[in-house]
Structures are given as C-alpha cells and as structure tokens.
C-alpha cells in the first residue's frame, strides 16, 4: 500500500484556518494510477502535498509506505520523503541554472558532496539527462537556461526530473496545464509508462477531465475538500462530472470586503 489516509483533515495555517480537506477516507495501492479532478479550490494541491508529507494533517491518520510520517524523527521522515516525487503546477526551478544542471539536481541524494560540487561546474551525467528530456520532447534544451524557458517548457523539464529521480510514487499536480493537446497526451503517456515501468505509484491532479478519462483507470472527484466519488473510469458518468463542477462560477463582488465605496472613491489605496 502507498497510502492510506483514515479520516484524515488538513488546515492550511495562513488564511482562515478553515480545513482544506475534510476527513478524507482514501487508500492507493503500490503500482496504481489515479486521477485527481474537480474545481478550482477543491483541495487537489492540497492533497498531493499531503501526500508528499509536506503538510502535517490536523486530524485523521495518514499512512505513507506502511508509516506514519508525522510521528517519525525528523531524518526519518526525510528519507520517506526521498521516495516520495512531488512535481509542482509551477516548478521552483533556479532561474539562472542550465536545464541540464536543474534535471541532475534529483540525482543529489545519491550523490557524494564531491560528485554534486563537480556537477555544478560540469554535469556529470549529461546523457541521463539528455534522455530524460528527450521523452518529454525536451532535447534541444539541455544546455539552455531555466528562465529563458516557456511555461510549458518549465513543466516538462520539472518531470525529467521525476525520471532521473527513483522515487516509488509520483504526485504530479496539474502536469498539463501550459501544454496544447499533442504534447499533453506525450507527457500523459511518458509519466504512465515510467511509472508503470518501474511499478510506482501515479497520483495525477488534472484540470482536463476529458484527458482524465481517456488516461486514468480510477477517477477521484474531489470538490469542497470532499471526496464526492472515487470510482473506476467506466462507472463514472457525465452527469456526476457535470455536479462535481456545477455553480463553479466568479462570486460578484463589487469592492473589496474591507473597504467602503466611499473609501474606494477617495482613492483609499493611497
Ligand atoms: N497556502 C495556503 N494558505 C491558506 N489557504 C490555502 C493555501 N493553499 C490553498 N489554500 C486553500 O485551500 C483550499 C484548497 O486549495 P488547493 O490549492 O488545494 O485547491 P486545488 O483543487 O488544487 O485548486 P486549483 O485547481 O485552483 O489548483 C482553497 O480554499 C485554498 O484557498
């Protein structure tokens, strides 16, 4: 089993402290490939990085390879985390580093002090990452800078991270979100293989449900921080996808909660 979350609730600590995800029953086996889905704000980051063990839960039990992270020493838990892949909906990646240094930074925690120095000046496995980015349609920029790449660009090169890297679980959230429709199904379909090549577990937000449906044997639905279905693609129908977003809509607010019209007409910013 990768993970089993038992009533499990999560509080962001900024913010209204209201719970992103309330008392959340879920279990994933090792090897299995699922699709997260569901509204703007309904708790798929949340949940990932959950996952991840990057964001303590306030309630409930969660389990990550058979343990509880949370009450693991801290180096403990730090080792779990290595096994753990979590690729961001936008990647942290240094600005000014090589693409080709930002991909081999995943191999870092197999690497002696002296090999990752070594690396910074001159990379030392250029054909892993070469490969690694060739499979997301990525070859040509193996020595260009990260911030002279596009948005998609930038997404791609944080999953070559993810097969140089050995994690035994891929949270991915939102890979496909800066990608037109061919490259989308390209990097749909290279994540899937390297996990199932390696028989890691897949977790995969995704706003294209379409894309969900075709890629993904078990749906979750998620919405509120709920889990409104977890089913296998086949029983899930449009019906229950069209309540999963419905009313998802701009809330019209005229002016700010804090501030009176008077004031906005007064030029209250200053
Ligand atoms: N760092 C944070 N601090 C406070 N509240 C947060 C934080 N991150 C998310 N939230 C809140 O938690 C809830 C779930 O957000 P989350 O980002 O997990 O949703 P999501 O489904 O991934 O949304 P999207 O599809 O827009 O990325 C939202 O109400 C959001 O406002």
């Known amino acids: 089993m990768s993970f089993k979350l038992d009533k499990l609730t999560v509080r962001h600590l900024a913010?209204?402290?209201?719970?992103?995800?309330?008392?959340?029953?879920?279990?994933?086996?090792?090897?299995?490939?699922?699709?997260?889905i569901g509204p703007s704000g309904a708790g798929k980051t949340t949940l990932l990085s959950t996952l991840a063990c990057a964001h303590q839960p306030a309630e409930g039990a969660l389990s990550v390879f058979g343990l509880d992270p949370w009450a693991l020493p801290q180096a403990v838990r730090h080792r779990l985390r290595a096994r753990l892949?979590?690729?961001?909906?936008?990647?942290?990646?240094?600005?000014?580093?090589?693409?080709?240094?930002?991909?081999?930074?995943?191999?870092?925690?197999?690497?002696?002090?002296?090999?990752?120095?070594?690396?910074?000046?001159k990379p030392v496995e250029p054909d892993a990452a070469f490969e690694a980015l060739r499979r997301f349609g990525l070859g040509d920029k193996l020595y260009a800078r990260v911030d002279r790449l596009s948005g998609g660009e930038r997404q791609r090169c944080s999953l070559a991270r993810l097969l140089l890297s050995n994690a035994e679980a891929f949270l991915v959230d939102e890979p496909i979100s800066a990608l037109d429709p061919a490259l989308?199904?390209?990097?749909?379909?290279?994540?899937?293989?390297?996990?199932?090549?390696?028989k890691a577990t897949l977790v995969c937000s995704l706003h294209q449900v379409d894309?969900?449906?075709?890629?993904?044997?078990?749906?979750?639905?998620?919405?509120?921080?709920?889990?409104?279905?977890?089913?296998?693609?086949?029983?899930v129908t449009?019906?229950?996808?069209?309540?999963?977003?419905?009313?998802?809509?701009?809330?019209?607010?005229?002016?700010?909660?804090?501030?009176?019209?008077?004031?906005?007409?007064?030029?209250?910013?200053?």
């Open 184 to 198: 989308a199904r390209i990097t749909l379909a290279t994540l899937q293989e390297e996990a199932a090549a390696r």
């Open 15 to 36: 913010g209204s402290q209201a719970a992103a995800l309330h008392a959340l029953d879920l279990d994933v086996q090792q090897g299995e490939q699922l699709a997260l």
């Open 211 to 235: 894309m969900a449906r075709v890629h993904f044997a078990r749906i979750v639905g998620l919405r509120d921080g709920r889990i409104v279905f977890d089913l296998p693609r086949e029983q």
């Open 238 to 270: 449009d019906a229950m996808i069209a309540a999963l977003y419905e009313n998802e809509r701009i809330e019209a607010y005229p002016h700010p909660p804090h501030e009176t019209p008077e004031r906005i007409a007064v030029g209250a910013c200053f």
């Open 85 to 121: 892949f979590l690729a961001p909906q936008t990647p942290p990646l240094p600005p000014r580093q090589r693409v080709v240094t930002a991909v081999l930074a995943a191999r870092l925690p197999g690497w002696s002090l002296g090999r990752a120095l070594r690396s910074l000046f």
